[in-house]
T-cell receptor
Framework: DQQVKQNSPSLSVQEGRISILNCDYT??????FLWYKKYPAEGPTFLIS?????DKNEDGRFTVFLNKSAKHLSLHIVPSQPGDSAVYFC????????????FGTGTRLQVTL | DAGVIQSPRHEVTEMGQEVTLRCKPI?????LFWYRQTMMRGLELLIY????????DSGMPEDRFSAKMPNASFSTLKIQPSEPRDSAVYFC??????????FGQGTRLTVV
């Protein structure tokens, strides 16, 4: 049972445009959400996070939006750059399970010139 | 800091053989996680430790899988006997409390 879902396995965006990666979750106990980026042959690296008490968190070109009623979050990258090409994983956690993260299956983003 | 260190980076073994994956977490981190990445299921949590004690092993697929953390700086994930369906990339990650987890570079396991 996939509690965190990334329904788009891949996304292609032109350089300079906005990339929007989506994530849905089913467990209403999740209260903290993270995005990780993964390059080939490397481990995932933390990108940005958001607590359930917020609906937006911004860090430079990266913004995460959370819609708790829809159990949906999204990662916006603007402007997109070729170096952003990677697999992006959405992850969620609930306070009751400490640092245990549940990940989605990932979305491969390709930023084209 | 060198980050989370995993070894080996690649492992090819024959079905039925024992496989041991190793992990050195970041110094000072009190949580350690073992994940498996597959195309179908993404990153699955297998087991995690807090202060060297296993907390949740519900993700360990079968009794063929076992994990230990004898001290704060070392953990192993063992598969015995290995099967072709165990082929995947295995990641170790560590964190300090509720902060984000840092991942190692992974071990790509191929069981033939």
């Amino acid at each position: 049972d996939q509690q965190v879902k990334q329904n788009s396995p891949s996304l292609s965006v032109q350089e300079g445009r906005i990339s929007i990666l989506n994530c849905d979750y089913t467990n209403s106990m999740f209260d903290y959400f993270l995005w990780y980026k993964k390059y080939p042959a490397e481990g995932p690296t933390f990108l940005i996070s958001i607590s359930s008490i917020k609906d937006k968190n911004e860090d430079g070109r990266f913004t995460v939006f959370l819609n708790k009623s829809a159990k949906h979050l999204s990662l916006h990258i603007v402007p997109s750059q070729p170096g952003d090409s990677a697999v992006y994983f959405c992850a969620a956690r609930n306070t009751g399970t400490a640092s245990k993260l549940t990940f989605g299956t990932g979305t491969r983003l390709q930023v084209t010139l | 800091d060198a980050g989370v260190i995993q070894s080996p980076r690649h492992e090819v073994t024959e079905m039925g053989q024992e496989v041991t994956l190793r992990c050195k977490p970041i110094s000072g981190h009190d949580y350690l996680f073992w994940y498996r990445q597959t195309m179908m299921r993404g990153l699955e949590l297998l087991i995690y430790f807090n202060n060297n004690v296993p907390i949740d092993d519900s993700g360990m697929p079968e009794d063929r899988f076992s994990a230990k953390m004898p001290n704060a700086s070392f953990s192993t994930l063992k598969i015995q006997p290995s099967e072709p369906r165990d082929s995947a990339v295995y990641f170790c990650a560590s964190s300090r409390g509720q902060f984000e987890a840092f991942f190692g570079q992974g071990t790509r396991l191929t069981v033939v």
